[in-house]
């Protein structure tokens, strides 16, 4: 699976959009892009993922560049309970229980208020 | 409902002791996983099972034994704790296609 590479921490204003970037020049064809979050103290919790087209969801927005070795996770009205580490992965859907997800450091992100 | 929980929440115990944690899902999840939080806060996969079949061993040492009595449980074993293993405990689950894993709220296990 493809490594990836994100700022270790982000600062944002309650009630802007926050934009959390993710560098995966490696990806291939094949691979997905997901995004998880891990709020203090709880346990990871599923974002979006795509693989080459802007994704959409209640939670999130997903703009992958058109080479794929890059990304943005945006979050378009930020509060206070956005405050989390988050985290950027790539990795091909196998299918079956292969399905492993490899997290590195994360974003931290702040909302601040 | 909680669709995967976890317990206990917390086990504090003592080295050389057994304990086991125990992880449901209510989901209808083919897949089960155990991950493992470090103190440096790495998220790293120990084990995932397919229908009460593992499927993934991330070399985790033997001390560490999964238990899956049916697709809608997987429960962990340790034995012989060491200080080392303290660390929080996740448990996750996926349809078999795997897109997304749903976490339980983790078990902080601390050895002293």
């Known amino acids: 699976d493809a490594k990836t590479t994100q700022p270790p921490s982000m600062d944002c204003a309650e009630g802007r959009a926050a934009n959390l970037p993710c560098n995966h020049s490696?990806?291939?064809?094949?691979?997905?892009v997901y995004w998880y979050r891990q709020i203090h103290s709880q346990g990871p919790q599923y974002i979006i993922h795509g693989l080459k087209n802007n994704e959409t969801n209640e939670m999130a927005s997903l703009i992958i560049t058109e080479d794929r070795k890059s990304s943005t996770l945006i979050l378009p009205h930020a509060t206070l309970r956005d405050t989390a580490v988050y985290y950027c992965?790539?990795?091909?859907?196998?299918?079956?229980?292969?399905?492993?997800?490899?997290f590195g450091t994360g974003t931290l992100l702040a909302v601040q208020p | 409902d909680t669709a995967v929980s976890q317990t206990p929440k917390y086990l504090v115990t003592q080295m050389g002791n057994d304990k086991s944690i125990k992880c449901e899902q209510n989901?209808?999840?083919?897949?089960m996983y155990w991950y493992k939080q470090d103190s440096k806060k790495f998220l790293k996969i120990m084990f995932s099972y397919n229908n009460k079949e593992l499927i993934i061993n991330e070399t985790v040492p033997n001390r560490f034994s999964p238990k899956s009595p049916d697709k809608a449980h997987l429960n962990l074993h340790i034995n012989s704790l060491e200080l080392g293993d303290s660390a929080v405990y996740f448990c996750?689950?996926?349809?078999?296609?795997?897109?997304?894993?749903?976490f339980g709220q983790g078990t902080r296990l601390t050895v002293v």
């Open positions: 490696t990806i291939s064809g094949n691979e997905y």
């Open positions: 996750a689950s996926s349809r078999a296609s795997g897109t997304e894993a749903f």
């Open positions: 992965i790539v990795r091909r859907n196998y299918g079956g229980a292969t399905n492993k997800l490899i």
């Open positions: 989901l209808g999840h083919d897949t």
